[in-house]
């Protein structure tokens, strides 16, 4: 092949259009002639170069994806279609979730329903009433003071029969025994800092409710803090009696 | 094949070439902002149209020749039509084989770089429809001569004679920016 006949063919070749035939008599060509040689080196130059320049271009991924999406809906791309349906149902958890949270009582409210329930049968009555006296205050251990007995709700509804040392849970507690309209009704009053023992209640009182209410048993359960001091009150009466009671406590020495 | 194999294999196929669709469309479209709704078109109906296509076709120049139906329509409808040119007689097509200037190219490119770049965006905007598609389906698209002739419906003698324009054109704008980079 002459010269004038390979650079006719050159072009064809750098795009891979030529029969073997031809593209072997090129290839020989190239290899004796260096003025070919050079023009086929050049051009081949050119190729890279306007070929780096035209693909040139970042993919944009996010409008592929979108693409792809249309063609071949993914499995989150059906999720996504079911996503009413999943928020339902995750009301529907959540809001059960609510009711068996709201409907479980209190560790506080359990803690004390059995407390309240003696003095209801008559098993517990009170040991004094008035001032505490020195042989139980020294059974305090410190984690309890004689301020504790000193709550009474100003509501006339209620009559105190006395208090006692008790414990709930471990926790040295006082009991103040008594009755609102003729109904048995307990007052549970212990420090503030014994309240990690019922961490249900603790978060409860802890995330604003100024009264946190449950129901153990039969019986109705309310508490708050007052001072240093968590107060609660159970019985078998209304909740908003109950609640009513603690918003009139006072303290006889306060 | 069931839908969701047929939906993989589509994908398989089209995730190979998406940056030479992107690449080929941006530099096709009359209007740039029109580029993504026909890549988007364009894939749409060639998934549609997938249980029509057979193995032994390029599924490159299958998708490049709906893409560049594609690109023609929105054209069109911003008042721009395809020109192509005739075919080109088989005596003619050894002008467009051979090399008309190649001892004039530059030895060392990256001299050019910025110059280059600049005088090739305008000369590429110079070229006239069939001469653009012709030259990014051979340089994107890697689409054999046979291929960009059924993809566009011209002649291969026409795909010859727009491709070795295109080139010239391409090869003007370089010795503009050689000539540049001497003053």
Redesign the interface.
């Known amino acids: 092949m002459k010269c004038a006949e390979v ?6 070749y750098l ?3 030529l029969d073997a035939k031809h593209s072997f008599e090129v290839e020989q060509h190239l290899e004796s002639c260096a003025e070919c040689a ?3 080196e ?2 081949k ?2 190729d890279e ?3 780096r ?5 970042q ?2 991924r996010p ?2 994806k979108k ?2 999406a ?3 809906p993914r499995p989150f791309a059906k999720a996504k279609i079911l996503w009413p349906l999943a928020l339902a149902a995750s009301l529907v958890i959540a809001a059960g979730t609510v009711l068996v949270a709201r409907s479980r009582p209190l560790d506080l409210a359990n803690a004390v329903e059995e407390c309240h329930s003696a003095y209801v049968h008559q098993i517990t009555t009170p040991e004094f009433s008035g001032a505490v006296p020195t042989k139980i205050a020294q059974q305090f251990g410190g984690r309890l003071d004689t301020a504790a007995f000193n709550y009474r709700p100003s509501e006339p509804g209620f009559t105190s029969s006395g208090a006692r040392l008790c414990h709930v849970g471990g926790v040295p507690v006082a009991l103040i025994l008594g009755h609102c309209a003729e109904t048995p009704v307990s007052m549970i009053v212990f420090r503030k800092s014994e309240l990690d023992h019922f961490p249900q209640t603790k978060r409860k009182l802890e995330s604003g409710d100024p009264i946190a209410c449950s129901r153990s048993g039969r019986y109705q359960f309310a508490a708050r803090f007052i001072d240093d001091h968590v107060v609660c009150i159970v019985g078998d009466r209304p909740r908003p009696v109950l609640e009513d009671l603690l918003k009139t406590l006072r303290r006889a020495d306060g | 094949m069931d839908r969701e194999e047929q939906r993989d294999r589509f994908l398989s196929l089209l995730r190979p070439i998406e940056r030479g669709l992107e690449n080929y469309s941006r530099r096709m479209v009359f209007d740039r902002r029109d580029s993504e709704d026909a890549l988007q078109n364009a894939v749409l109906r060639a998934f549609r149209a997938f249980d029509r296509y057979h193995d032994d076709a390029s599924f490159r120049a299958w998708m490049f020749k709906i893409l560049t139906n594609e690109i023609f329509a929105i054209n069109r409808k911003r008042g721009r039509v395809a020109e192509f040119e005739i075919a080109v007689e088989p005596e003619e097509m050894e002008e467009f084989a051979g090399l008309e200037f190649a001892s004039e190219m530059p030895i060392s490119w990256e001299t050019l770089a910025d110059a280059l770049d600049e005088e090739l965006v305008t000369a590429l905007q110079s070229l006239n429809d069939s001469e653009r598609a012709v030259l990014l389906m051979r340089a994107i698209g890697d689409l054999r001569y046979r291929e960009i002739s059924e993809c566009l419906g011209i002649p291969l003698g026409s795909v010859m004679g727009n491709l070795s324009r295109a080139r010239q054109k391409m090869r003007d704008a370089i010795l503009r920016a050689r000539k540049r980079s001497l003053l």
């Open positions: 650079r006719k063919f050159v072009r064809l795009d891979s259009e050079g023009l086929f050049a051009e130059k050119f170069r306007l070929g320049f035209l693909r040139h271009g993919m944009t409008f592929w693409i792809e249309l063609v071949a």
